[in-house]
C-alpha cells in the first residue's frame, strides 16, 4: 500500500490551499479518507472525511464552510481544499485510507 501527498504549500491568509492524496494498493472506494492535521506543538485534529464510493463528505463543525473534500476514483486520489486561511491552519496535513493508511503528511504554512 502506498500513500502519497502533495509537497508542501505556502499560502497567504485569506488564499486557498488544495493538497492532493494518491493511493494505491488497496480498493480505494471501498474505505473513507479522513484528513487530519497537526500544528506545531499541538494534537492531531481531524478536519473531516470523504467515502470515495460515492463522495460523500463530513466535515468537522469548525471547519464546516471552509473546507472541501473531493475524490478522483479513476486515479484513486483523494482532495482536500481549505479556504480563507488563516496562521493558525499552519499545520501538517495527512490523509488516512481506512484508518490504516497514512500519507508522509503535507506542510502548509500560512504567511503574509
Known amino acids: 500500500v502506498q500513500v502519497v501527498q502533495s509537497g508542501a504549500e505556502l499560502g497567504n491568509p485569506g488564499a486557498s490551499v488544495r493538497v492532493s492524496c494518491k493511493t494505491s494498493?488497496?480498493?480505494?472506494?471501498?474505505?473513507?479518507i479522513n484528513w487530519v492535521r497537526q500544528a506545531p506543538g499541538q494534537g492531531l485534529e481531524w478536519l473531516g472525511r470523504i467515502d470515495p464510493e460515492n463522495s460523500m463528505a463530513r466535515a468537522a463543525p469548525k471547519f464546516q464552510g471552509r473546507v472541501t473534500f473531493t475524490v478522483d476514483t479513476a486515479a484513486s486520489t483523494a482532495f482536500v481544499v481549505l479556504e480563507r486561511l488563516r496562521s493558525e491552519d499552519t499545520a501538517v496535513y495527512f490523509c488516512?485510507?481506512?484508518?490504516?493508511?497514512w500519507g508522509q503528511g503535507t506542510l502548509v504554512t500560512v504567511s503574509a
Open positions: 494498493g488497496y480498493p480505494f472506494i471501498n474505505y473513507y
Open positions: 488516512v485510507g481506512a484508518w490504516s493508511y
